[in-house]
């Protein structure tokens, strides 16, 4: 399969009481097109704050991340988060005061890629292909349960038309039902729509439903049997 996303020599660290803490080292990694990386690691190696940088939300000390071999930075890192990525918060980020609906139309509006002009009735349909029926897709995602509301997120991730998507503990606010249809949606999003999937966890339920479990320890990333 092709790479979607090359990490080359990525570092960072930042000081803390007089030391300087080394978060990445020299670290290197390449993910390949429509599959679902689960990314682990203990508690403080890193893997909120890579997740960061690899998504153009953060910067790294030196190293180089390239999207199908162009250089994010030179591409700009506004044009690349715009354009080329989705992000799945675990506090889901959806603007409360609007619609479940709204909140995926308005990704689809901030976006340069093409997207059908149909806007309203594709929102629907992909709202619906991750369980929100009409008459929840119109109610305010205040409204909505804790996995209904992580099921917009995603869909509004992808309203974009977007390859990549990047998610931060998603089900980590959810109870374990609701975790193993996230995480189906997850599967979906690979075996279905053909994006590829990078989610920071901590659950082994989550990465053992992965394509690829990658283990971040001691600043590197290595791909885990």
């Given at each position: 399969?092709?790479?979607?996303?090359?990490?080359?020599?990525?570092?960072?660290?930042?000081?803390?009481g007089?030391?300087?803490r080394?978060?990445?080292?020299?670290?290197?990694?390449?993910?390949e097109?429509?599959?679902?990386y689960?990314?682990l690691?203990?508690?403080g190696?890193?893997?909120?704050?890579?997740?960061?940088?690899?998504a153009?939300?953060?910067?790294?000390?030196?190293g180089k991340?390239y999207?199908?071999?162009?250089?994010?930075?030179?591409?700009g890192?506004?044009q690349y988060?715009?354009?080329?990525?989705?992000?799945?918060?675990?506090?889901?980020?959806?603007?409360?005061?609007l619609?479940?609906?709204?909140?995926?139309?308005?990704?689809m509006?901030?976006t340069e890629?093409?997207?059908p002009?149909?806007?309203k009735?594709?929102?629907?349909a992909?709202?619906?292909?991750?369980?929100?029926?009409?008459?929840?897709?119109?109610?305010?995602?205040?409204?909505?349960?804790?996995?209904?509301?992580?099921?917009?997120?995603i869909?509004r991730?992808?309203?974009?038309n977007?390859?990549?998507?990047?998610?931060?503990?998603?089900?980590?606010?959810?109870d374990?039902a609701?975790?193993?249809?996230?995480?189906?949606?997850?599967?979906?999003?690979?075996?279905?729509?053909?994006?590829t999937?990078?989610?920071?966890?901590?659950?082994?339920?989550?990465?053992?439903?992965?394509?690829?479990?990658?283990?971040?320890?001691?600043?590197?990333?290595?791909?885990?049997?």
């Amino acid at each position: 399969m092709a790479t979607i996303l090359k990490l080359e020599n990525l570092c960072y660290g930042y000081v803390d009481g007089g030391f300087k803490r080394q978060i990445l080292e020299n670290l290197s990694y390449e993910f390949e097109e429509g599959r679902f990386y689960t990314i682990l690691g203990p508690s403080g190696s890193g893997k909120t704050t890579l997740l960061s940088i690899i998504a153009g939300l953060d910067k790294a000390d030196s190293g180089k991340i390239y999207y199908r071999d162009e250089d994010i930075e030179k591409m700009g890192l506004g044009q690349y988060r715009r354009n080329k990525i989705g992000i799945v918060f675990q506090q889901y980020n959806l603007i409360s005061y609007l619609t479940a609906l709204e909140n995926v139309e308005m990704a689809m509006t901030e976006t340069e890629n093409k997207i059908p002009k149909n806007q309203k009735e594709v929102a629907y349909a992909l709202l619906e292909k991750f369980g929100i029926v009409k008459s929840k897709a119109d109610r305010l995602v205040s409204k909505l349960s804790g996995g209904e509301q992580q099921r917009v997120a995603i869909a509004r991730a992808i309203a974009s038309n977007v390859d990549l998507i990047f998610a931060d503990e998603p089900t980590g606010n959810l109870d374990t039902a609701t975790e193993q249809e996230i995480i189906k949606v997850f599967k979906n999003l690979t075996e279905e729509f053909g994006k590829t999937v990078i989610v920071v966890t901590h659950s082994n339920e989550v990465s053992k439903l992965s394509d690829s479990r990658v283990l971040l320890n001691e600043g590197v990333l290595k791909t885990m049997e």
